[in-house]
């Protein structure tokens, strides 16, 4: 069962998505927030597997309470969920943390398939916004960085995160244990100074690693 809590400030919006998720075998939503001012101790209270959070709300937002998030809890998945596709929102709330960021419009279906790939390591996006990210990093003039020191294999696994592959992917396309994935993942992170897969993936394309 992937357990679910959603910030979302608008009601109609909200409760559509609290009956999506309910009613979908696998899922359930544990709680639901117009805003993130106690997002803290919310999250600490339900302990989710994955939180939906919107970005324009009353009081504390959805990039500053993704900030509170990260400082009480690295490993819950936050996925952006947003009418936001601006490059500003975008770059911010990866930056913060962020594990995808998806727009409104992401059919159902689509999106309880993005929140299952997120439970299994993934960095799910609406291919827009993956557009946009891309853009984003490739507007910025970088020489290749090779301190770094990565080694082939590590290049390999970053490149697929890169890719959009959650760890099981990974596995199955080099043909190595989820436990050597998440080896290489570690010393990836360890090596490029950064403590998630969304910090890696936008230090990969600043950087020009790959």
Known sequence: MIRVVIYEDNPQFREGLTMLINGSDGFSVLASYKNCNNVAEEVEKWSPDVILMDINMPGTDGLEGLKKIREVNTEV??????????????????????????????????????????????????????????????????????????????????????????????????????????????KIYEKLHVNSKSEAVAKAFKDKLL
């Open 77 to 186: 998945k936050v996925l952006m969920l947003t009418v936001f596709d601006d490059n500003k929102n975008v770059f911010e709330a990866l930056r913060n943390g962020a594990n995808g960021y998806l727009l409104k419009k992401t059919s159902p279906a689509k999106l309880l398939e993005y929140i299952q790939d997120a439970t299994l390591g993934g960095a799910p996006m609406t291919s827009s916004i993956a557009t946009q990210v891309l853009k984003m990093f490739q507007v910025i003039p970088q020489t290749k960085n090779q301190d770094y020191c990565l080694s082939e294999r590590e290049t390999e696994v970053l490149q697929l995160l890169v890719d959009g592959y959650s760890y099981k992917m990974i596995a199955s396309e080099l043909f190595i244990a989820i436990d050597t994935v998440r080896s290489h993942i570690k």
